[in-house]
């Protein structure tokens, strides 16, 4: 039975992912992303579960810097999460006395319309995660009347559910990954991701189309890039990509180690199979009977036999 | 004498771009950078400042999703700030003695090294500021010994520096930019920036290197791409480019022209000095006078003078 | 009646080219490509018709050279006509009695297999054109027993048609232009063709993607590439290029202009009908529409009404 | 001692490639240079010189088609070989006698300036070849007063030189290549050239784009770029590159392999050393060490060590 750190305390969204990546799991709560990655680092725990973007706020820079500066850590799946908020309190308390508010940033972003119509004259304070505002609410001398939080977390702490769903969209999403220390990878299915981070050699005009381009080449489509600043000041970045298809497979095994000849220094982050299921679509020419076909041609006429 | 609305309250770093960047403005400290940014947009201020990116954190998300997002702005002037830290207390408070630590999370990590070394027993905890943690730890009765924070908001709140430039890099350095109204552009320099957003009209495989196209044929070099989400689900996203020259430019004009035809939408956010001072170097025959001597001859060719 | 030089004598393809291009105009044959180019330069003609292009042979590159070398001329139509060749005797002549058989080059690589079945043991000489083989075999004291040449040689000059449609394949093609001195150009028609030369300010590895990115990023699509040398050595060239659309159009004349700025030198050839008849197929965000509504978007952004 | 095969018959500058290339073969001269292929094809002769390109004339279609679609043969060498032009004449002919001049059509392009100058009233005919030329000037009966040809044709026909040098320019080049039937590769020397024939699979907007992609991707510069009719109509080509390195070289195996994959067939004609002796620029992260280490960076990663 693995061992598997997540971002803490619990009742976060990030457990409930953990529960369905791996339900005979057990788990091993942790106070930041930082703190779960390294658990899994150490060996503390067989592995992590963290989450990589959102929807509506975009990428979890902590875990896309982690992955890029921390020690190597694989991603191994991929699992989307609908995000559904709760307004929690503790039992008796009734929506009309709710004046003091705790909930991460997210969260407050997320359900600003709700805020706004049933809430109006609330205070709202920052929290850390949203388990530890539903953890907070239910000590029984708080000064918070009641969290937003995951449901889960209700259940957790022992909070009954004042109002359900309040997020201004009903379709937000958060994309985790678990993660492990360097393995052999999963094997390739047909519908996979995989992510990498990619550092320029030197930073000059039409660097990231020339990176593009050894992805467009080889027909492997990007699903996402996202900049990061190296701290080497104002206008210095590096790259992180997600792309159809598996490392395995040879259109993206070609294009990988383009990246690796011409940027300065890619670290591959894992090859694992898509969440959503999509089937990889391959253009012609690009699938691996394709690159096998061309290298016993290549070979033969390397040979002089034309 | 201008009203510029800013991030406060006083003390904080945006306080200190906005002191540089207009030295006779009045300044309206708002709770955040929403705030400040409807400040300017109702005419409660003229404009405001606000931070866009940090060489270490990235991009200020809040900034980057209010631009896109809320009514149009126009940026006019951008300030490059080194950013230093100091640890602040109380007169009279001695390091050995600071327990507990109050600082915005971004200063957290920027610290690590320093706290790690000088204050390795120390509770450090979470602040919606750094000028924020110097106002709490100000008041007499309050439960932090000690803030991280500039030095402009030990000097406001009557704090003691116990500690200076206590960063892990003294590099760092935060991008902020002056916006207002819509209002006519700050003239071409010949060291300009322009900042862009850009919508996808069908997300479809190499549609970034499409876009990038459009810059790269004209000379136009990018020097910042931050992907955000569209809030329509993981892997639907928006970009935000800033790049060198001036829409008065020729090759930029067309440029941009191209990326509005072929995309969904384009939200232009400005063109302003560059706060380096870097001179564009313009790539052969992309120069405003090249344009114009080409727009002469298509004139005469369309006209059957060959 | 327009004079229109043609590449004579009287009977050859060109000659028919010319009938079905203007049937009402005068013919003035010349004795060769350059010769009839020349007589539309001078005035001595209105302009003229010559070969460009064959689907078997390829360009006939003294018409590249001369359009890209001479005086300036504009191509106002073109034609694409099918080539039969016919086996055109002397009143009286059995097949069996050929022995010496007398045509253009481009004839007897067309209809090698013809030779090879039925005229086995016949010697093939080459001669300057069709029309000159017929007319030469018309002299009562000929040394050549056929000619083998366009069935309109063979009416022309007295000739009987011993076997026709004598090429190996059926669906040979010839495209033919008009040209004429500079002159106001003929209104697109949505069925277009233009044709340009462009020779490269300086020979870097790299150039010809660049002149082709400058047509794909606007959406004009080549029809046709040839390279030429300059005359400078060995693996010095310059190129014609055929594409879709008319110089009128929005993407095309700003695709052309593209070139002009970072090409040494572009020789506008002409916009002009397709002989096909095919429509041009404008991709989304290319259309003249489409141009003119982002050139009012820039001028209102540029005013800074965003 | 090998017998190479040749555009004949002696004195042309066919033979005068072929002294240079092979001192020591054994000379077949052929009526065409399809003949010269053929018996290099059928083992009448080890091989053929054959030219390829001309400065001023360009490409030698017949050359470049029977490469593309004839039985295969590889080039093994190549060779740039001055062109100099002399009037030739019987002994005691006298330039101001020259009334009628006998050549082939490319020389009377390349000497008309000195034929308008110094031979202002002589007809010009045309010839199969310069060699036939003054073959044919050197009989007695001839009704020729002189020909064009190389020096070298003068001396194997007995003739005297009027004029040398006459062409236009002095520095015409042709060159020429040695082929044989497919054989061991010559070994890369750093200074090569490889060529190839693509034919598309499908013609669709962009082709052209896409295979200039793959050379360009991979950091390999074309030298040459040559359409030819696929016969299937005006606007169906197939195309001819020549670009540098070797097929024995990973950034070019890649890149051929590349265009098989996607193009409808590709012909490898030969990796050879360039006669030029210029030595290959390799790009950053081209060079066979990158290739090399990228592979084995690559296998490890696969293999789950990051």
């Given at each position: 039975m693995p061992r598997l750190a997540y971002l803490?305390?619990?009742?976060?969204f990030t457990e409930e992912a953990l529960r369905l990546l791996d339900p005979a799991a057990e788990r091993l709560p942790c106070a930041n992303v930082s703190a779960a990655l390294n658990a899994a680092r150490t060996g503390d725990a067989d592995g992590a579960v963290v989450p990589l973007e959102n929807s509506i706020e975009g990428a979890i820079t902590t875990t896309l810097d982690e992955f890029a500066w921390g020690e190597p850590l694989l991603i191994t799946a991929e699992l989307l999460l609908p995000v559904q908020f709760s307004l929690l309190a503790r039992p008796d308390t009734e929506i009309a006395h709710v004046k003091r508010v705790y909930t991460h940033p997210a969260a407050i972003t997320q359900c600003r319309a709700f805020i706004s119509r049933e809430l109006p004259d609330a205070v709202v304070v920052a929290a850390p995660s949203t388990a530890a505002a539903a953890q907070e609410v239910s000590l029984p001398g708080s000064p918070y009347d009641a969290a937003i939080a995951a449901r889960i977390a209700g259940e957790h702490y022992g909070l009954v559910e004042l109002a359900s769903d309040i997020g201004d969209r009903s379709d937000t999403v958060t994309r985790f990954v678990r993660v492990g220390r360097p393995q052999p990878l999963p094997a390739p299915t047909g519908s996979d991701r995989t992510t990498l981070v990619v550092f320029l050699a030197d930073d000059h005009p039409g660097a990231l189309l020339e990176m593009l381009t050894e992805f467009s080449v080889r027909g492997v489509n990007l699903t996402r890039i996202e900049s990061r600043p190296t701290?080497?000041?104002?206008g210095r970045y590096f790259f992180h990509f997600d792309f159809e298809?598996?490392?395995?497979d040879a259109r993206v095994g070609e294009a990988i180690a383009g990246l690796h000849r011409v940027c300065g220094e890619v670290r591959f982050l894992g090859s694992y199979p898509r969440a959503d299921g999509v089937t990889t679509q391959i253009r012609r020419g690009t699938s691996d009977d394709a690159f096998g076909e061309a290298a016993e041609w290549l070979a033969r006429v390397r040979a002089g036999q034309v």
């Open positions: 803490g305390p619990e009742g976060t701290g080497d000041g104002i298809g598996h490392i395995a």
